[in-house]
């Protein structure tokens, strides 16, 4: 075998994947905790904040810990994921009202939305490691080719007027500023594609309407500027489309990256909500704050065919949601040659017109193969194939049922390819 095919990684019998997100209710000061896999939802997971009228307001997820940013507190609560208590409370200064945090590299770096600062944190030991001035009103933050990119939303708070939109590219290692970017008005939120950064520029809410601003990530420049409408706020991605949460009024607008088209606004009503939105390996969180008052909704969707799955409520004035990774069960000594293991399409919805989903891959040498099908549990539920197998591509169609013959439900799916010595294992979502 090549040495070049190897990668080098422990890797467990089973592994558990994203089968849990996590809702920040920041009217009610709760940490909902979504169950992907019965769907169900716990909205007092975790209490945020440790007076009233805090505005808990954005989550970041490191392993079983979240960090939330406590904005009246001028804090950032540390929590276990896996029993929602309350680690410590990370104080930062006074008026400083953090907003937005991402981590990268074990550090978490807050937006000071009402001291223009980005803040360095340590994960573990919640030191604060650097400060640094920014624009003016920070809010979203993000990582993005070694950098961290900080989105400037120019407001004035004397005035309540939108000065000029702008973008700090920062340094980690010393948090120096390498660039400042000047983008459309209101800049909010950001997400990475490839060697861009999209920005989401949510305009004035009165007569200057939503756009994006591309930035090169190589130059740090912008290459261009896409007219969007509306108030977006929010951004995430899947297969090439870009699916934008509009705060007012309330839904989602579709960009193709393909064709350079908006293929469906609010108007069209195919997601309802938009306050927050997020995507997960094909599953599209729409979250619909509605008026503050009442509980919020949160909307799950298959986003390859746009259609619900899963309508949950959770509490009120929800502003964040994030889907959670599982943690992998070592052992140690266990290599994986990158067999290239991935199913299409994914999620898939069995039925007329799709009848199989194909799972691939790829065997460096000839190998004794065997390729399973597991629920979320880790239970054995149908049995692909079991033989020797050339080196080369080999595909496989699953048609959804078990060893029974009986349609699977709805949910995650894991599957498991062994191939001599080494294994993968992949998931895919079934919906219906």
């Not at 007219?227 to 193709?256: C, F, H, M, Q, R």
């Not at 049995?383 to 709805?410: E, F, T």
């Not at 294992?425 to 919906?431: D, L, T």
Request: glycine share 8%; hydrophobic share 40%; aromatic share 8%.
């Amino acid at each position: 075998m090549k040495k070049g095919l190897l990668i080098l990684f422990v890797l467990g019998v089973v592994s558990l994947f994203a089968n849990s997100a996590f809702v920040l209710n920041s009217n009610s000061q709760t940490l909902s905790k979504i169950d992907l896999e019965s769907n169900e939802i716990v909205n007092d997971f975790a209490i945020l904040g440790q007076y009233s009228s805090s505005a808990p307001n954005k989550l970041e997820i490191e392993g079983n810990i979240g960090l939330v940013t406590i904005t009246y507190e001028n804090s950032v609560q540390k929590i276990n994921l896996e029993t929602g208590e309350t680690i410590s409370f990370i104080g930062l200064d006074d008026s400083s009202m953090p907003n937005d945090l991402c981590i990268y590299d074990g550090n978490a770096y807050v937006t000071g939305n009402g001291n223009s600062s980005l803040y360095k944190i340590n994960i573990e030991t919640e030191e604060i490691l650097d400060v640094v001035e920014v624009g003016l009103a920070p809010q979203g933050v993000i990582e993005a080719g070694g950098y961290i990119w900080v989105a400037n939303t120019g407001f004035n708070i004397n005035n309540y007027q939108y000065e000029q939109g702008t973008v700090s590219v920062i340094n980690p290692e010393d948090m120096s500023i390498v660039a400042t970017i000047n983008t459309s008005l209101n800049p909010v939120d950001m997400m990475q594609l490839e060697d861009k950064v999209y920005v989401v520029c949510t305009g004035n809410y009165v007569d200057i309407s939503g756009e994006l601003s591309v930035i090169n990530i190589s130059d740090l420049v912008v290459e261009s500027t896409i007219s969007i409408g509306g108030s977006i706020g929010s951004i995430t991605e899947w297969n090439n489309k870009l699916y934008l949460g509009n705060s007012w009024p309330a839904g989602v607008y579709v960009y193709d990256l393909a064709t350079s088209n908006i293929e469906s606004t609010p108007n069209d009503n195919i997601f309802i909500g938009g306050s927050s939105i997020n995507c997960n390996n094909g599953i599209l969180a729409v979250v619909d704050v509605i008026d503050y008052v009442e509980n919020s909704i949160i909307r799950l969707y298959d986003a390859s065919s746009q259609e619900l799955f899963s309508e949950l409520e959770a509490a009120v004035g929800a502003t964040d949601i994030k889907f959670m990774e599982g943690t992998n069960s070592i052992e140690e000594n266990d290599l994986m040659v990158n067999l290239h293991l991935t199913n299409y399409p994914n999620p898939v919805k069995f039925g007329s017109s799709r009848m199989a989903t194909t799972i691939s891959f790829n065997l460096p040498e000839d190998a004794d193969v065997s390729l399973e099908i597991y629920n979320i549990k880790g239970e054995k539920i149908r049995s692909l194939y079991s033989g020797n197998q050339n080196s080369g591509k080999h595909q496989y169609l699953w048609n959804g049922k078990d060893s029974n013959n009986r349609p699977v439900s709805a949910g995650v799916y894991l599957y498991k390819l062994e191939a001599g010595k080494f294994s993968s294992i992949n998931k895919m979502v079934v919906v219906k």
